[in-house]
Every structure is written in C-alpha cells, then in structure tokens.
C-alpha cells in the first residue's frame, strides 16, 4: 500500500526547459573559477569527474579541497528563481488532490526548495523537505541517503513511490522496493528501474488513478 510520495525538486515539480539548474550549473563553475581560484578548463573538467564519482560536484570539493559547504550552497542556489517560476495553479490541484503524504528529497539544499516551493504556490504541500544537509552530504544516487528518508519515515521502500527526472536516481529507489517514475519529455526508462514514465508531472494523476484501480 502507497504511504508516502517523495519529489524531486528541480526540473522535476517545473520543466527542465526553465533553465533553472543549468543557472546552477553555471554558478557551480562560477564559484570553483571566483571563489577557488581553478581555471576555467580544470573547474570544468573537476565538475565533471566529481559528479561522476561522488554524485555531486559538491562532495568532491568537501572531500578534495576542504570546501565550505554552506558558503557554497548559499552561491550555487542564488538563481533568481523568483524571476522565472511562478504559480502553478494545475500543480497546486494535483498535490492537493493527493492524499497520501508527501516530500521533497533533493540534493540542493532546503532554502532553496522552499524558495522554489513558494514561487510555485505549493510551499503548504510539502511539510517535510529532505536536503543535502538532512543526508549528511551525500547526494543521490548514493543509497545511504534513500535509506536515511526511509528510516526517517519509518517506511518501507514499497510503501513509497519516488518522482525523478534523472533515472540514475531512480536505481537506488527501485532496488529498495520503491515504485519509482521519471519525468521529461522524451525520457526512457532502464528496464527494471523505472516503473513509469511522463512527460510532466502532471501525468502522475493518471498514474495514480491507475494504481487505486489495481
């Protein structure tokens, strides 16, 4: 039985095509250059090899280069989402038509969900947000923070259902016993790690409708 609905934040509960976390992306490579003194190739190319060992350029800075996690997530979010995002009323009639419980688990961290959350008017729906700082820094798709929610909650894996769009994400959920979907246009699932997929988030209505019939 469904118990509990974990979100992802960005280009998750708004589209990828906002430009929101490429914002982030740009001020990633912006804060190693300014901040940290790297040149442009090597803050480029640590970015990359960080992401891809650690699941966030973050970790590998924390773990390399003694970096000042704080500092760094207060630069990295300053995006101006207030400027881009702004009430969703069809997203605020989905969520309030849901009545399981729901959270945010992000790898950003939670003044930055808030923020997003409030520019899309569903800040209410959210009553717990699971950031970076709640899983001790470690990002997905490392499985010690899934594990940490699920204790969290005190909730098995099946009794969750996880909303991503990255499916490397969605592996660490699925091998728990989540029912997990991914979300984006043109986006496939990995056989055996993806349960469902949509183009946008408001395509979990039909999911769920679905599941309450089974």
Known sequence: ????????????????????????????????????????????????????????????????????AD????????????????????????????TVEKGIFTSGHKPHAQKVLRCLGVERYFPQIFDIIFTRFIPKPNPEPYRRVLDHLRLRGPECMMIEDLPSNLKPAKDLGMTTVLVGPGMEGLDGVVD????????????LKNLRRA
């Open 196 to 207: 469902h997929t949509i183009d946008n988030i408001l395509g979990l209505e039909n999911i």
């Open 1 to 68: 039985m469904l118990k509990y609905i974990l979100f992802d934040l960005d280009n998750t509960l708004y589209p990828k095509s906002m430009g929101i976390f490429d914002l982030v992306i740009e001020r990633i490579r912006n804060y190693m250059e300014v901040r940290m003194g790297f040149d442009k190739e090597l803050a480029r190319s640590l970015r990359q090899e960080y992401l891809r060992r650690y699941g966030s350029t973050m970790r590998g800075l924390m773990i390399h280069h003694h970096l000042n």
């Open 71 to 98: 500092d760094f997530l207060e630069y990295v979010h300053d995006v101006g989402v207030e400027s881009r995002l702004s009430p969703d009323p069809d997203l605020e009639g989905l969520l309030k038509s849901i």
